[in-house]
């Protein structure tokens, strides 16, 4: 009787896309990728799991776009078609089994991205900090261009969208 008066079981658009309540998981670093960025069985359990206990959104999060933008190890890349492939059987039980939509967080590190991890200074649109590569214009539509990529990539494997 309670769930039927509860504005948190309706449904909400955002945007063209219907999330069945209001429920969310929002993005985390969640430390379960492997060395090169694809996400370990137990992550892609995790997401099935929420959805299953029908959170309407699931928000798996912090992805990097490109390798200079990673910030920590074990993080979820999305800077090839194969990082959003390996999300692909994922995203497809999660719709047909639930009503649960999925998008991605995708981050750049920026100047908080670790030399010993991305194997080069950090960079950054302007000199925030020391030791840091300040982005010539070409460099910073070059990152723009990796968001654009990691989005398109994400929509080809059937996610419902992408949060900046």
Known sequence: ?????????????????????RFMRSATYE??????????????????????GEVGLIVPGF????????VVSDQTGMY???HAEAWKTTIKEIHD?????IIFQICHGGAESPPELI???????SLIKP?????????IQQVIQSFIDAAVNLKKVGA???QL
């Open 63 to 70: 992805v990097y776009p490109t390798k200079k933008g990673q």
């Open 160 to 162: 419902d969208g992408v």
């Open 31 to 52: 430390g379960r990728a492997d060395e090169k960025g694809y996400p370990k069985q137990s992550l892609l359990k995790m997401m099935k799991d929420l959805a299953l």
């Open 119 to 125: 194997g080069t200074i950090p960079e950054a649109p």
């Open 80 to 82: 090839t078609q194969s």
């Open 1 to 21: 009787m309670l769930r039927q008066k509860s504005i948190l079981f309706t449904p909400i658009k955002i945007g063209n896309t219907l999330i069945p309540n």
């Open 97 to 101: 089994k639930t009503y649960s939509k």
């Open 131 to 139: 030791n840091t590569h300040k982005l010539t214009i070409p460099e």
